[in-house]
T-cell receptor, first 113, second 114 residues
Framework: ELKVEQNPLFLSMQEGKNYTIYCNYS?????LYWYRQDPGKSLESLFV?????AVKQEGRLMASLDTKARLSTLHITAAVHDLSATYFC?????????????FGQGTTLQVKP | DAGVTQSPTHLIKTRGQQVTLRCSPK?????VSWYQQALGQGPQFIFQ???????QRGNFPDRFSGHQFPNYSSELNVNALLLGDSALYLC?????????????FGEGSRLTVL
């Protein structure tokens, strides 16, 4: 059974600091997704990582994928308050578009002024 | 370009009742997936519909059923509601032949079972 584990589960950080969220998964997969969720809201797609060594960046967020280590990271650079949200990684087991993503528990990020 | 839309946004039911949730996919998408998200948890896959048929199913009992219509919209039905069914139900749409398999989520329907 595929397991997806994120750490930390809760992260409180000061504005301007850097930090990394880790996502480990237990079964081989070449597809990994990062989503953001604001309280009471839906999931917003941040990054789609489709191959080993993939790196994507958007603003202060950068995501990477190491399929051999079964690890993805979401790096936050010079955090700002607007980044406060819950971040989920999700893994797709299938080789076709099954729509079946296995999500991690989520990392709640709180950025303090 | 309309994104994924869901209705109703909130509803309250009592144990034993039945509920129907509705979803319209993003324009151009042909596949709908449903997820259940309990408070403080990550979403869990319920099932996926394509060409009006259930294509994949997660570990949910038969009380959870669905339907997809010719216009690609979808319904999620839950019978004999239990307290544990209280959750945010998310619909996601995608393209069956899409390169990335990326899912686009709606705002969700928050179900409370009393």
């Amino acid at each position: 059974e595929l397991k997806v584990e994120q750490n930390p589960l809760f992260l409180s950080m000061q504005e301007g600091k850097n930090y990394t969220i880790y996502c480990n998964y237990s079964t081989t997969s070449d597809r990994l997704y990062w989503y953001r969720q604001d309280p009471g809201k839906s999931l917003e797609s941040l990054f789609v990582l489709l191959s080993n060594g993939a790196v994507k960046q958007e603003g202060r967020l950068m995501a990477s994928l190491d399929t051999k280590a079964r690890l993805s990271t979401l790096h936050i650079t010079a955090a700002v308050h607007d980044l406060s949200a819950t971040y989920f990684c999700a893994v797709d087991l299938g080789t076709s578009n099954t729509g079946k993503l296995i999500f991690g528990q989520g990392t709640t990020l709180q950025v303090k002024p | 370009d309309a994104g994924v839309t869901q209705s109703p946004t909130h509803l309250i039911k009592t144990r034993g009742q039945q509920v129907t949730l509705r979803c319209s996919p993003k324009s151009g998408h042909d596949t709908v997936s449903w997820y259940q998200q309990a408070l403080g948890q990550g979403p869990q896959f319920i099932f996926q519909y394509y060409e009006e048929e259930e294509r994949q199913r997660g570990n949910f009992p038969d009380r959870f059923s669905g339907h997809q219509f010719p216009n690609y919209s979808s319904e999620l039905n839950v019978n004999a509601l239990l307290l544990g069914d209280s959750a945010l139900y998310l619909c996601a749409s995608s393209l069956i032949l899409g390169v990335t398999g990326e899912l686009f989520f709606g705002e969700g329907s928050r179900l409370t079972v009393l």
